[in-house]
T-cell receptor, first 113, second 110 residues
Framework: DAKTTQPTSMDCAEGRAANLPCNHS???????VYWYRQIHSQGPQYIIHGLKNNETNEMASLIITEDRKSSTLILPHATLRDTAVYYC??????????????FGSGTQLTVLP | DADVTQTPRNRITKTGKRIMLECSQT?????MYWYRQDPGLGLRLIYY???????NKGEISDGYSVSRQAQAKFSLSLESAIPNQTALYFCATSDGWGYTFGSGTRLTVV
């Protein structure tokens, strides 16, 4: 799986968009970008994933650069409940994948009132 | 009911005791995992199983064992608990795409 680099921490004002960057310059063509988050001491929660097109769901948007070497997770209107550690993970997926999920250190997002 | 249920939620045990952490899932997935998390660190994989007859060691399997009793059940055992196994333990399941995690078991070994 490709290595990812994320900032250690970020702050965001409540109600504003939170933009969390992730660098994955060694990503290969069949690797997906996944985002998970972990609210303090709870189990990690899946947010979104994508291959090369931008993706949006009810939680967030994922913007992947054209060269796929970096991506940004966008929480459009951050709330205090979005305070969590956000993990960017790059990996091959699908039924044929025999690889387990590897978490790095992530980005601690703190939403400020 | 939660998709992935872990029991117990919290446990304090003494050094040298045997303890089992249990996990059950209702997702119908074949793949199940046990992770450990220490304060300030990411998750580290202990064991994983791709079906009932398949068990694989993760990066930190020493001191742990697992049992896959059924597709829905995957237990983690500490044969002789030691203080540095004090941690937050998570079970997860996957269909090869997204992962669903349990709420965790906080284990303290004194």
């Amino acid at each position: 799986d490709a290595k990812t680099t994320q900032p250690t921490s970020m702050d965001c004002a409540e109600g504003r968009a939170a933009n969390l960057p992730c660098n994955h310059s060694t990503i290969s063509g069949n690797e997906y970008v996944y985002w998970y988050r972990q609210i303090h001491s709870q189990g990690p929660q899946y947010i979104i994933h994508g291959l090369k097109n931008n993706e949006t769901n009810e939680m967030a948007s994922l913007i992947i650069t054209e060269d796929r070497k970096s991506s940004t997770l966008i929480l459009p209107h951050a709330t205090l409940r979005d305070t969590a550690v956000y993990y960017c993970i790059v990996r091959v997926e699908g039924a044929g994948s025999a690889r387990q999920l590897t978490f790095g250190s992530g980005t601690q997002l703190t939403v400020l009132p | 009911d939660a998709d992935v249920t872990q029991t117990p939620r919290n446990r304090i045990t003494k050094t040298g005791k045997r303890i089992m952490l249990e996990c059950s899932q209702t997702k119908g997935h074949d793949r199940m995992y046990w992770y450990r998390q220490d304060p300030g660190l990411g998750l580290r994989l202990i064991y994983y199983s791709f079906d009932v007859k398949d068990i694989n060691k993760g990066e930190i399997s020493d001191g742990y064992s697992v049992s896959r009793q059924a597709q829905a059940k995957f237990s983690l055992s500490l044969e002789s608990a030691i203080p540095n196994q004090t941690a937050l333990y998570f079970c997860a399941t996957s269909d090869g795409w997204g992962y669903t995690f349990g709420s965790g078991t906080r284990l303290t070994v004194v």
